[in-house]
């Protein structure tokens, strides 16, 4: 879920079978059994009727081929596939990137940079509404405070941001990765933290030190959180609505769309949900390989979420 | 002498070499604070004077925190009241993941019914995929429910989407409890309600907490779902109603922002109180 606040922690796949816990004397018997069923039953239903149930119901709304060739010759449509691909690309990827780096920089233990980290992750809990919000009035008018600051600095008027398509996506990227980048910081600083110190000490005898500690040491080991952090970013991030909705408002002329945004207008605005259902199911060619490899990266490398 | 001008010289190289720290730690730091500092300053702004491109507020004028206050704008005539089910709809999402979530965890992980994987697995594939792909969806089957223009309807949703991840957190977390303390109350005749109430629920107290503030922010911080489900004005929640005030040709971005401010507060609060959980909730079963 690319709109809320989710965790992977490490942890080293050796220990996963020693800590698996034995069962209640040797398997559940009898009323014990009709307990556990009972015990899951609430979040079965949940899962049939919330997820089971609209998942299925979406498949039927967008099964039409007709839709399909509908949206294709739609050009808005096209733009919308482009700029979703350029928005999860470098959005995600530049994200996970500083956020790596940024997480060796919040290892130090010095007050200040505790200090720091603890505002440093508040856009992490804050509303996406209200902060994009906010971004969007910094950016609308030549008045907002981006282009006051210029006309502070440069002595001359700023750009309008939300009227060149390039800037207006740019933004939108921008503001995804301000909101969610602290986020994965703190992932990878949870998962820089659980690597021992001896590695480091062995590392340092061996004459790794400064970058190549970095390179060969640290980027190895949390290899697989990256890849997999990415992953599950990438797939959240696909489906990413209220950023450029309120960021970009689709702005300039609805050229800023995402699946998610343009999937909406077409179903709430336009009023043909089934369009828009196909527009965000036509991401599930990249969408269920990608689930695949997630899931299966998960279970082989004991990264746990 | 020779000896404190060279320790000077030690302490100068010193500071040197943290510069660059500094300047990233500012840099941070205006980084993160400006889209907040710009809600305040436009909250802060005068009526219709929103836009004089000042990067200081002139005056701090409060008066729009006090139209908030005093419901004085009629697209915050229930403001008071939709806070209340903004604040409902979060604590009910939040009881009921805790509920539904650590009953799962707890027939899965420590009962270990047999075949529960697979409920793990559909609980992980909800998981990661991205929520707004059922929103469409989700309108029609409110219909279906019943439950068109009801808070409830925002919370099933919400719960929908924050019970997996509790139930990944919330089993991880009870690996590291022993299993013994389980079959030692077994043999003393607890039955299996008794020691999810009396042995799983004291000890997975953490876990709880950090599972339960995550469902609160996930509910409070959402904006889809609440927009798309609840029509009327007196049923929404605070999120839908600042959207709302892009639909007036007034355009008080002051109120709107002001209100902004004030729906941002608990979630802040919560945070900083709170960061523990929060954190250790990401980190749970992993780093030890």
């Known amino acids: 879920m690319s709109s809320s606040q989710q965790v992977v922690g490490f942890r080293p796949p050796t220990a996963f079978s020693r800590l698996w816990p034995a069962p209640w004397f040797g398997g559940l018997q009898g009323s014990d059994t009709a307990w556990a069923i009972a015990f899951v039953v609430p979040y079965v239903a949940i899962f049939a009727a919330f997820v089971i149930y609209p998942t299925v119901y979406g498949l039927w709304m967008g099964s039409d081929p007709s839709l399909y060739s509908l949206l294709f010759s739609d050009p808005r449509y096209l733009t919308t596939l482009v700029n979703t691909l350029l928005f999860v690309a470098i959005g995600v990827n530049v994200k996970m990137f500083l956020a790596f780096l940024l997480s060796g920089f919040f290892m130090s233990r010095s007050w200040w940079v505790r200090s720091l980290l603890a505002i440093y992750l508040l856009p992490w809990a804050l509303p996406g509404l209200t902060v994009f919000l906010s971004i969007h009035y910094m950016l609308v008018t030549e008045w907002g405070l981006l282009d006051s600051l210029w006309r502070a600095v440069t002595g001359e008027d700023g750009p309008l941001f939300l009227v060149s398509t390039p800037i207006a996506m740019a933004a939108n990227i921008v503001s995804y990765i301000w909101k969610w980048m602290p986020f994965w910081t703190l992932i990878f600083l949870a998962s820089r933290m659980a690597i021992p110190q001896d590695i480091y000490e062995a590392a340092e005898i061996d004459g790794a030190t400064g970058y190549r500690r970095l390179v060969h040491v640290t980027f190895p080991l949390l290899a697989n959180v990256y890849l997999i952090c990415t992953l599950l970013s990438t797939v959240w991030t696909l489906g990413d609505f209220p950023t450029v909705y309120f960021v970009s408002g689709g702005a300039p002329a609805r050229l800023t769309d995402v699946l998610a945004t343009y999937g909406f207008h077409e179903a709430f605005d336009f009023g043909y949900p089934n369009l828009g259902v196909a527009a965000m199911m036509s991401a599930l060619p990249i969408l269920i390989p990608l689930v695949i490899l997630l899931m299966r990266r998960i279970r082989v490398t004991g990264v746990q979420l | ?288």
């Open chain 2, 1 to 288: 002498m020779a000896l404190t001008s060279g320790r000077r010289r030690v302490r100068r190289r010193r500071a040197v070499g943290r510069l660059p720290a500094v300047i990233l730690g500012v840099g941070l730091l205006i980084w993160t604070l400006l889209p907040i500092y710009n809600m305040l300053l436009i909250a802060l702004s005068d009526d219709g004077d929103e836009y004089t491109g000042a990067i200081w507020p002139d005056d701090w004028n409060w008066h729009s925190f006090q139209v908030v206050w005093t419901q004085d704008y009629w697209y915050l005539e229930h403001f008071w009241h939709q806070l209340g089910n903004s604040l409902y709809m979060s604590v009910a999402t939040m009881l009921l993941t805790v509920l539904i979530g650590s009953l799962a965890s707890f027939a899965l992980g420590r009962m270990r019914l047999r075949n529960g994987w697979i409920v793990t697995d559909f609980a992980l594939l909800t998981y990661v995929l991205p929520t707004a792909f059922l929103a469409i969806p989700f309108v029609h089957l409110m219909h279906v429910y019943g439950l068109t223009d009801s808070l409830w309807s925002v919370i099933a949703a919400e719960v929908t989407f924050a019970t997996p991840y509790a139930i990944l957190i919330l089993h991880q977390y009870g690996k590291l409890i022993p299993m013994e303390l389980d079959e030692a109350a077994r043999i003393d005749g607890a039955s299996p309600v008794q020691v999810y109430l009396r042995i799983y629920l004291p000890l997975m107290a953490p876990a709880l907490v950090a599972v339960g503030v995550y469902a609160l922010l996930l509910a409070w911080n959402e904006y889809l779902y609440q927009y798309l489900l609840i029509s009327s004005p007196r049923n929404t929640t605070v999120a839908v109603a600042i959207d709302q005030f892009f639909d007036s040709d007034e355009a008080p971005w002051n109120y709107m922002m002001a209100t902004a401010m004030v729906y941002s507060l608990p979630p802040i609060a919560i945070y900083f109180v709170l960061r523990r959980f929060m954190v250790a909730g990401l980190t749970m079963g992993g780093v030890k």
